[in-house]
């Protein structure tokens, strides 16, 4: 049996490995052409977050991104006023997103640091953590998660989140019909192991470093989490769409991708925000 240690090594050498496909998949080049393009996700997460900051705007405030990746969606919150850090467990990420930054003229930090040390990699507090969308997964403790981003939140600072629904990923991913059928764990347990030795963004890179673990953790326990480090829970909603193809029914639609007309049987993501009390 591989120990977590082993899985999270296996898991950083996978994604550092993905890296020089993933510039050219985000569009990198493309993002630093156009001083205002902003990335997919944020564009989707700014009207889910921006209620829930002062002047309904992340502009002034200084922003927190885990788990970070290539830096893109980091670097859009810059683009929208924030002072952004990013930190990420992958150190190839985290070079590149240096050098993104650099040719973007974008004034950025980015950290490489495993989350559970994210305290003492990054001593600074925050007005806003954030975390995109594909991130909980890669995660096998969120209790740890939870404290630190306590930690790191500034008194009446907010956390946001969004990501597949824990249900979606429960549901058999390669059935092509319209029938959904459970067949992965809801709760947590024992990491997944996948040796797919592709990268989602493009298919046809073969990768070496082929094995990769993900953990599943149900919607109680990402709320609970939060709630047992001391946040304030101000925001929950599950949604209807999600923005890649998750299953083989789902359909394109303008805002991402759906079940088809009718098939409001499932949610695919959710998205939730919470506060740190001022007191």
């Known amino acids: 049996m591989v120990s977590v240690s082993g899985e999270i090594a296996a898991n950083q050498a996978n994604w550092d490995e993905r890296v020089p496909s993933h510039l050219v998949a985000y569009g990198v080049d493309e993002f630093i052409a156009d001083p205002g393009r902003i990335s997919a996700t944020v564009r989707d997460d700014l009207p889910l977050l921006s209620p829930h900051l002062p002047g309904r705007s992340p502009a002034g405030l200084t922003l927190l991104h885990l788990q970070c990746h290539i830096g893109l969606d980091t670097l859009s919150w810059a683009r929208l006023g924030a002072a ?95 029938v959904l059928v459970v067949s992965r764990p809801y709760f947590a347990g024992r990491p997944l192991r996948y040796d797919e030795g592709t990268t989602y963004a493009d298919g046809s890179v073969r990768l070496t470093n082929a094995t990769t673990y993900e953990w599943q953790h149900s919607l109680s326990e990402i709320v609970q989490s939060l709630l047992d480090a001391g946040l304030a829970l101000t925001s929950l909603t599950e949604h209807r769409t999600i923005p890649w193809r998750a299953l083989p029914v789902l359909v394109r639609s303008e805002h991402g991708w759906v079940l088809p007309e009718g098939s409001d049987r499932l949610p695919l993501t959710f998205s939730l925000t919470a506060t740190k009390s001022v007191g």
């Not at 985290?94 to 990054?122: K, M, T």
């Not at 008194?155 to 019909?177: C, Q, T």
Request: aromatic share 8%.
């Open 84 to 178: 952004v850090t990013g930190l990420d467990f992958s150190a190839a990420s985290i070079a590149a997103a240096r050098n993104v930054a650099d040719r973007a003229g974008l004034p950025a930090r980015f950290i490489h640091s495993e989350i559970d040390h994210a305290a003492s990699a990054c001593r600074d507090r925050f007005d806003v953590i954030y975390t995109g969308i594909g991130a909980l997964c890669w995660l096998p403790d969120l209790t740890r998660w939870a404290r630190v981003i306590a930690e790191l939140l500034a008194p009446g600072g907010v956390f946001y989140v969004r990501d597949s629904h824990p249900m979606l990923n429960s549901v058999d991913d390669e059935r092509d019909d319209d």
